[in-house]
C-alpha cells in the first residue's frame, strides 16, 4: 500500500511546542497525530508538508513561514535517512527506499501580494499554496472568513496575477479554503490542474469549507483532484452526529460520483484538526483502506484514491 497525503500543519505545530519548551518533539516522533516513524510503518510514499500561517498569530506573515521553512529545513536534514524532499514529478518517481516530503503553503498572504516572494518561495521548494487561509488577504477572500470579510466576493486582481504566475512556473494551485467565488475566477484562469487538498463534500456537510456538487465535477472535468478531510466538523451535519466511518465513505462515494473516480485523494488535515476516533493519526490510514474497500470500492479504485490521482497531478504540474 502506497499512500500520498495532500497536506498536513504538522510543522506549525512542532514550531509552537519547541517554543513553549517543548523541544522534545520532532518530526521523527512525537505525540501529535504525524510524525516519520508512524508514516514508515503505515506505508507513506509522500507527505505534503503545509507551512501553515495563522496571520493573527505573526505580525509579519513573510517572516513567519520562513521562520516555519527553517524548522522543516532542520528536520528534512535530521531525517535524511528515511526522507527526500521532492520538487519535480521525476524527483517523486525517482527510484528510492525512502519517503518523500513536498513543501506547501497554506495562507497565500504570506506573500503580502509581492510575485517576487512567490518566486522566493518556488525557490524554497515550494511547489503549491492555498490562496487563502480564513482571512480576507491580497488575492481574495476565504469561504469562512474570520475577520468579517464578504465571503461572496473572489479574487482581486493580484490574486488573478498569481494564479497564472503559480500555474506557469509550476506552483500547484488549492483553493481549500477559498470562497466560491473566488473558485470560480481560479477556474476560469486555470490552464494545468488545481486542487483542494483538504475538503470534503458540502452536499453531505454544509460548511462553507467544503465543495458543492458543481465544484467537485469541475475540479474532475479539469484532471485536478480533492482530498478527503478527515475533520469531524467537515464530515458531519451540524444536526445529526453519525460515526466518522460512515461519513468517510459517503463523503468518497459522493465526490467520485461527482468528480469520477480519478478525483479522489486524501488530506487528512493532521495535526491541523482535534483527533477522532476513526482516525487518530496516520496509524488509523490503513484501516481507511479497508473501510473503502469494505463501501464498495476495488482495489484498483484504491490504489487511485492513495496515490495515483494525486500523483497524476503531480505529473501535470510540476
Known sequence: MKIIDMHCDTIERLY????????????????????????????????????????????????????????????????????????????????????????????????????????KLYELGVRMMTLTWNYGNELGVPATPLDGEDSSHGLTDKGKEFVQEMQRIGMIVDVSHLSDAGFWD????????????????RMLCSHGRNLSDEMIAAIGEQGGCVGLNYHKEFLLPYYKYESIWPALIAHAKHIVSK???????????????PSNEAIPGVEGVEKLWWKLKEGGFTGTDLDKILYKNVLKVYKECL
Open 16 to 119: 509552537f511546542l519547541q517554543g513553549e519548551g517543548k523541544g522534545i518533539e520532532n518530526l521523527r516522533e512525537n505525540q501529535g497525530q504525524l510524525d516519520l516513524m508512524r508514516m514508515q510503518r503505515s506505508g507513506y510514499f509522500l507527505q505534503n508538508f503545509a507551512l501553515f500561517i495563522d496571520k493573527a498569530l505573526w505580525p509579519d506573515p513573510w517572516e513567519g513561514v520562513l521562520t516555519l521553512w527553517n524548522l522543516y529545513q532542520r528536520e528534512v536534514e535530521a531525517n535524511g535517512d528515511i526522507l527526500r524532499p521532492v520538487f519535480t514529478y521525476e524527483d517523486i518517481v525517482k527510484e528510492d527506499s525512502r519517503m518523500r516530503s513536498l513543501l506547501t503553503v497554506e495562507e497565500g498572504g504570506v506573500c503580502q501580494g509581492d510575485i517576487g516572494k512567490l518566486h
Open 186 to 201: 481560479m477556474l476560469a484562469l486555470a490552464k494545468k490542474p488545481i486542487v483542494a487538498s483538504h475538503s470534503n463534500a
Open 259 to 273: 468528480g469520477g473516480i480519478e478525483v479522489l485523494g486524501l488530506g487528512s488535515d493532521f495535526d491541523g484538526i
